[in-house]
């Protein structure tokens, strides 16, 4: 007999500032470019750091994505302790952002699965359009978490369809 084993689960923690992919603009001559200046620096992190954490062929197939976005407080959600700002947050602090300065869930997660993409300059999956399920959330960071994102990515059997 055989013993099966389970699909492989991949968990990566990012560092950085997440950053929408926003709209496109035109700088002449049918060139494009992003009119967000804060995308490429996190694609980029994005692509540093899932190489020194992947070694593996890009993943293909159908694929689920989970990811937590950490953003950065505003000062205002700190206490002030002798006169100086602190790292203690403030009893009754949202622990989500709706911020429209951290950018919509949808346009955050854009640039994200772009930075795993092979086809984007990535190394973790093939290419975005293989992601059929979704999880995400966008979190303000704790007194012991950096700004960045953890995700997880699985293969998915699309066993539980929208009828």
């Not at 159908?62 to 505003?74: A, K, M, Q, S």
């Not at 950018?103 to 795993?116: A, E, H, I, Q, Y």
């Not at 990535?122 to 359009?129: A, F, K, M, R």
Request: charged content about 20%; hydrophobic content about 35%.
């Amino acid at each position: 007999m055989v013993a099966l084993t389970a699909p492989a689960t991949y968990q990566f923690r990012i560092y950085g500032l997440p950053a929408p992919q926003g709209s496109k603009k035109s700088v002449g001559r049918g060139i494009m470019i992003e009119s967000s200046k804060k995308v490429k620096p996190w694609r980029q992190d994005i692509m540093s750091q899932t190489r020194d954490q992947f070694f593996d062929e890009p993943l293909t197939g159908p694929l689920w994505v989970g990811i937590v976005f950490w953003f950065p407080r505003p000062q205002t959600h700190y206490r002030i302790i002798d006169g100086e700002l602190s790292n203690v947050i403030k009893e009754n602090k949202p622990t989500h952002t709706t911020s429209c300065s951290d950018g919509d869930l949808d346009k955050v997660v854009r640039s994200t699965l772009d930075g795993l993409s092979a086809k984007a300059g990535g190394c973790v999956i093939q290419d975005d359009s293989l992601v059929v399920s979704l999880t995400c959330e966008k979190r303000y960071v704790t007194s012991s978490e950096g700004c960045g994102a953890l995700i997880t990515i699985a293969p998915t059997s699309c066993t539980n369809r929208l009828t």
